[in-house]
């Protein structure tokens, strides 16, 4: 009794620790996980608002340095061509080119399209050559919208440029025509900073990469794997409506968003490492482990001291749990306080009536052992609730057996030879569905029905079923040879089927039965029926799951009684019925 005792006393205690543990712990850790969450989720927001707003900076700022070369241009197109301004305009031609060092050409047209003046850094100045360009794409874009920006091409496969072409208020004013050397927006760009490594680049609209803080990124052109994976970048961040996570140009992961340059067709992107963009929402988290962590462990802590002092005066309750432990299920401990002594009565008591229970249910589960077959009673048994027999659809292999010519061996013997024949035969075969786990469901005079998979499971029914339907017709068949030597001519003649049934007790409040209802139900008992001495009859899905070694023979399509149209029937280890 004092091994009984011990036991309970340490679950108990266990069972305080948790509950004391989970009171302290479940909100601390609750809290804090909501805290870590919305922290989370507030600085990846400004994270994501940061970049953004980076991006768009960066945007404004190369717009401002493309307006500025627009404007720039625009005061070379204020005046008509005339020969007393010919000279003025050469001169502010070259104003222009100290002033705007991205500018590498300028090229002047009057309102008829012809170029008046060219001036150049890398080449020959020229004037008056009456070039026709009218047919340009630069001077009819900016006829249409006074202003037209070119897209941006390659010098000497490297160095980015860029057409901007400006028309004058006036059509005898002209155009002015400008090749924009787009790498001196680096300037621009190499001075974001973003964090401590966070970076931004400029692609235009096909993906060519135009400026980047590593120029020489922007000299190997658009064949270099590293410029492309800068376009796959801005690709995804268009995909995801916002920010994105992707890889820059070394390799790394980086989170990056973009805007978009108003007038052209770029795109400016923003960029930062993933570690250090994420850095502030690590170490928030690692702090919030930390607090969460010296939280639980003064939980812990301090539901070990509770548990302690309310299992110690346990020992003062020995003596009422003897009686409980000798099967007084109805006693009771009565203590009247209401500290841990009284929790802990209750307890025990509500044990009692437990027991109490459980006593009832083995009383029930006996009676069961009386009406139904002994493989569900103790299934219900093991189960501890009569539940499992409730109706339920499944799997099942069904196997019928009947032995052939008893009714006129039952006609012409004795009562006591019959029961002496029928109780070797129903012995013999109870044990072999018992050793295969299988469920005697009926016996009826010299049948029998066998469930397979119901209401015990079975991992291959299919192959237990054909089985136990062989060892069914060995075990049977040795026994008729017992017989026939008394001068008995009894034949055995096995039926078998698989599929779905509907499986569960049946019968009224005093008496009820195990068994299975459906189709494969009704072909298994017709096959039984037609099998002869010595044969097992069954359907094509049990025909499949034969064990190697084992004969299987097709009898074809045959139409049995009862059912609407003929099926398949294979014979398992047929043989010629035994002669009389």
């Given at each position: 009794m004092i091994r009984s005792w011990v036991r309970p006393r340490r679950s108990l205690f266990t069972k305080y620790f948790i509950v004391l543990f989970s009171a302290v712990a479940i909100p601390l850790f609750s809290n804090g996980g909501l805290e870590a969450w919305f922290s989370y989720r507030d600085q990846r927001e400004q994270l994501h608002?940061?970049?953004?707003?980076?991006?768009?900076?960066?945007?404004?700022?190369?717009?401002?340095?493309?307006?500025?070369?627009?404007?720039?241009?625009?005061?070379?197109?204020?005046?008509?061509?005339?020969?007393?301004?010919?000279?003025?305009?050469?001169?502010?031609?070259?104003?222009?080119?100290?002033?705007?060092?991205?500018?590498?050409?300028?090229?002047?047209?009057?309102?008829?399209?012809?170029?008046?003046?060219?001036?150049?850094?890398?080449?020959?100045?020229?004037?008056?050559?009456?070039?026709?360009w009218s047919g340009d794409p630069a001077v009819a874009g900016a006829?249409?919208?006074?202003?037209?920006?070119?897209?941006?091409?390659?010098?000497?496969?490297?160095?980015?440029?860029?057409?901007?072409?400006?028309?004058?208020?006036?059509?005898s004013a002209g155009i002015a025509i400008a090749e924009i050397n787009l790498k001196l927006i680096w300037d621009v760009i190499a001075s974001i900073r973003v964090g401590r490594t966070g970076q931004a680049f400029v692609l235009d609209?096909?993906?060519?990469?135009?400026?980047?803080?590593?120029?020489?990124?922007?000299?190997?052109?658009t064949t270099d794997a590293a410029a492309r994976s800068l376009a796959t970048l801005r690709d995804e961040i268009r995909t995801s409506g916002g920010t994105a996570t992707g890889r820059d140009a070394s390799g790394q992961r980086v989170i990056a968003a973009m805007a978009a340059v108003p007038g052209v067709d770029w795109t400016v992107v923003v960029m930062q490492p993933l570690l250090e963009a994420f850095g502030p929402i690590i170490r928030s988290l690692v702090r919030t482990g930390v607090f969460l962590f010296l939280g639980a462990l003064f939980a812990a802590l301090l539901a070990f001291w509770l548990a302690r002092r309310m299992t110690g005066p346990i020992r003062l309750l020995e003596q009422g749990t003897r009686q409980i432990g000798a099967g007084h299920f109805d006693h009771r401990i009565a203590i009247d306080s209401a500290d841990e002594l009284g929790r802990l009565a209750a307890q025990f008591n509500a044990m009692a009536g437990e027991l109490a229970l459980s006593q009832e249910r083995q009383e029930r589960i006996a009676r069961l052992r009386r009406f139904l077959a002994p493989q569900v009673a103790e299934l219900v048994d093991s189960s501890g609730d009569d539940g499992v027999l409730d109706g339920r659809r499944v799997e099942v292999a069904v196997i019928f057996g009947d032995l052939r010519g008893f009714t006129a061996f039952s006609a012409g013997t004795p009562p006591e030879a019959v029961m002496e024949v029928l109780s070797e035969y129903f012995e013999g075969l109870g044990r072999v569905i018992t050793a295969h786990g299988a469920t005697l469901i009926s016996f009826s005079g010299d049948g029998l029905m066998v469930l397979v998979n119901a209401p015990m499971r079975c991992p291959d029914p299919a192959r237990a079923a054909v089985a136990l339907a062989v060892d069914m017709q060995a075990l049977v068949q040795s026994l008729i040879a017992t017989w026939r030597a008394r001068g008995y001519t009894i034949g055995f003649g096995v039926g078998a089927a698989m599929g779905p049934a509907t499986v569960g007790r049946i019968g009224y409040a005093s008496r009820c039965d195990y068994t299975a209802i459906g189709p494969v139900v009704n072909l298994a008992a017709r096959l039984c029926s037609a099998a002869e001495d010595r044969q097992i009859l069954i359907d094509a899905v049990l025909a499949e799951a034969v064990p190697g070694g084992t004969a299987v023979t097709s009898l074809g399509a045959r139409s049995l009684k009862g059912l609407p149209a003929a099926v398949p029937v294979f014979c398992v280890a047929c043989g010629a019925p035994a002669a009389p």
């Open positions: 608002e940061h970049l953004g707003l980076e991006a768009r900076a960066a945007a404004f700022r190369i717009q401002a340095f493309i307006d500025t070369i627009r404007a720039q241009l625009g005061w070379m197109v204020q005046l008509p061509w005339t020969a007393a301004t010919e000279d003025r305009q050469r001169l502010d031609a070259q104003r222009l080119l100290r002033q705007v060092p991205a500018v590498a050409h300028l090229t002047l047209v009057d309102g008829d399209g012809k170029e008046r003046l060219h001036v150049s850094r890398v080449s020959l100045n020229r004037a008056g050559s009456g070039t026709d006829r249409a919208a006074r202003v037209w920006y070119g897209p941006v091409t390659s010098h000497r496969g490297s160095e980015p440029f860029m057409t901007i072409a400006v028309a004058g208020n006036r059509p609209g096909p993906g060519r990469l135009i400026a980047h803080p590593d120029i020489s990124l922007v000299l190997r052109g």
